[in-house]
């Protein structure tokens, strides 16, 4: 016998061995390892995770892949298009797996956790309030919070302070899908979205997993807007997900559906800038992945850097404030309409009043925190220069507004501190100058203190300043002074 094959003979053997003996075991020893996480999870949350989550992912898929519905809408396109049935199929499979996530209970209890927490309270101060709204939700009810897009880092900061009471879900779009981060957020819950994807099959196989998830009680988060504010006020909403929810909505079901309005903000937003040049319609590089991570590489290195030399400082402020939930069979009930039995165009005027509801609840919770608040006056006066004395009566008089107003929440009132804090990071960023005691804003940087100027404009209105500032120009001089520098030298 040549040795060769007595080395796959005794290859195979040992295969045959460790698949019979060696690995049910191992899989019985993960596997108990996971029920215990799952059954810890469940013990500590408010709303536990249901069935559906549960479920092995290539169940998920199959079930999604042969839907009634589904099966359907791939008769209708073989149909119309003269596609083999298999292929269509196989198509539709294709898009089952790119949505479905494969949530990783122990990843996210274990890891996941533990670094989101670190990361978001390593760069701001985090505030939360009215949690204790989420103590009263009814546990049969599906659960979809419906959040204002400030930054990507929205997603961490929601996930994060609501992570003692539930899993979140989350509707991330294509921007995600890259190796490794599309498979850590299939493994935490989340599903892919395309959101200008004119494919009606793939529109239906999104629709019947969302549709599935609401049914099965899954936790869900969604942007109303479909997209990060480019100027920082609210965009006009996107009703794609919510039509989706409305339109197997059964109103005498058994089963309600509640959004919980959530109202995010911060003193600085990491993508201000590059928001800002795509609200003024400039074209920008594309660039790889790789420049985008070694950009944040380079980011994160300067920040510690200046850790290390004790010049760091928190980016201030990122505060989330959970609204009143906001019932759909109530809000169908008022109409007196039932979703699920109204045509297309009718449903689609009523879904989209409801989205507009929502975006108003989401508006009411807001937080109005130190650096807007302060853009805002800044921005409102007919004055240049300020003094402190003046900073702190005017920010007084804006927290006192919104108190009367009954809207909005702010989580610093102390006006010394505020406006302490408020003013290093628009000097640290150079958008505010110091001058003999006074300050005064930029010229060049009018537009970046208007972005967030404008996540109060909901609440406080427009300055009348604001129409005549210019979109910013990155400031190069660091880079010019090395350069005259070694010019110098040389």
């Known amino acids: 016998m040549p040795v060769w094959l007595l080395v796959v003979i005794a290859a195979l053997a040992l295969w045959v061995i460790a698949e019979r003996l060696f690995l049910p075991g191992v899989r019985w020893f993960f596997r108990r390892r996971v029920n215990m996480v799952i059954e810890r999870f469940n013990q500590r949350l408010k709303l536990r995770l249901p069935t559906f989550s549960l479920t092995r992912r290539k169940v998920l898929v199959d079930r999604l892949t042969y839907d009634p519905q589904v099966l359907t809408e791939v008769r209708r396109y073989c149909d119309e298009t003269d596609t083999p049935w298999d292929v269509a199929l196989a198509r539709v499979e ?14 996210y209890e274990r890891v996941a956790s533990l670094i989101v927490k670190r990361l978001i309270r390593r760069f701001y101060r985090v505030r939360l309030t009215a949690v204790e709204r989420l103590e009263t939700l009814d546990e049969n009810a599906s659960i979809v919070f419906v959040i204002n897009h400030r930054s990507n880092m929205d997603y961490l900061l929601v996930a994060y302070l609501a992570m003692r009471h539930t899993l979140l879900s989350y509707a991330v779009g294509e921007w995600a899908r890259v190796w490794p981060l599309q498979q850590l957020i299939q493994a935490l819950g989340g599903y892919f979205v ?12 999104l629709e019947r997993y969302v549709q599935m998830a609401v ?16 100027d920082g006020a609210f965009r006009e909403p996107r009703i794609g997900l919510f039509d989706y929810i409305v339109r197997g909505f059964d109103v005498e079901g058994s089963r309600d559906v509640l959004f919980i309005p959530v109202g995010v903000n911060y003193d600085w937003v990491l993508e201000d800038r590059k928001l800002l040049a795509e609200a003024g319609h400039k074209r920008l590089e594309r660039r790889s992945t790789l420049f985008a991570l070694v950009g944040a590489v380079r980011y994160l290195g300067r920040r510690l850097r200046r850790r290390f030399r004790g010049e760091w400082y928190r980016m201030g402020y990122a505060a989330a404030v959970f609204g009143e939930p906001v019932s759909l069979r109530a809000w169908c009930t008022e109409q007196g309409i039932a979703p699920d039995k109204l045509p297309r165009e009718e449903r689609i005027a009523h879904t989209q009043a409801f989205a507009g509801h929502l975006l108003e609840h989401i508006g009411n919770v807001v937080p109005a925190l130190p650096v807007p608040l302060l853009s805002w006056i800044m921005l409102g006066a007919a004055r240049e220069r300020w003094t402190r004395e003046q900073l702190e009566s005017a920010y007084m008089g804006v927290v006192a507004e919104i108190d009367a107003s009954g809207r909005g929440y702010v989580p610093r009132r102390e006006p010394t501190y505020a406006v302490e804090l408020a003013l290093r990071i628009l000097k640290s960023r150079q ?3 110091e001058e003999d005691g006074c300050y005064r804003v930029e010229p060049l940087h009018r537009a970046i203190m208007r972005y967030y100027a404008n996540t109060l404009r909901h609440l406080l209105g427009k300055p009348r300043q604001l129409e005549t500032d210019q979109l910013p120009e990155r400031p190069r001089r660091r880079r010019n002074q090395r350069s005259t520098k070694a010019r110098s030298i040389t």
């Not at 294709?94 to 990843?107: D, F, K, Q, T």
């Not at 395309?194 to 196989?205: C, F, K, M, P, T």
Request: aromatic share 8%.
């Open 94 to 107: 294709g898009y089952a797996r790119e949505i479905v996530p494969s949530l990783n209970a122990y990843i």
């Open 194 to 205: 395309r959101r200008n994807s004119g494919d009606e099959l793939y529109r239906r196989v």
């Open 215 to 230: 049914e099965g009680g899954v936790v869900q988060a969604m942007f109303p807007e479909g997209g990060l504010s480019r």
């Open 431 to 433: 958008m505010v100058r």
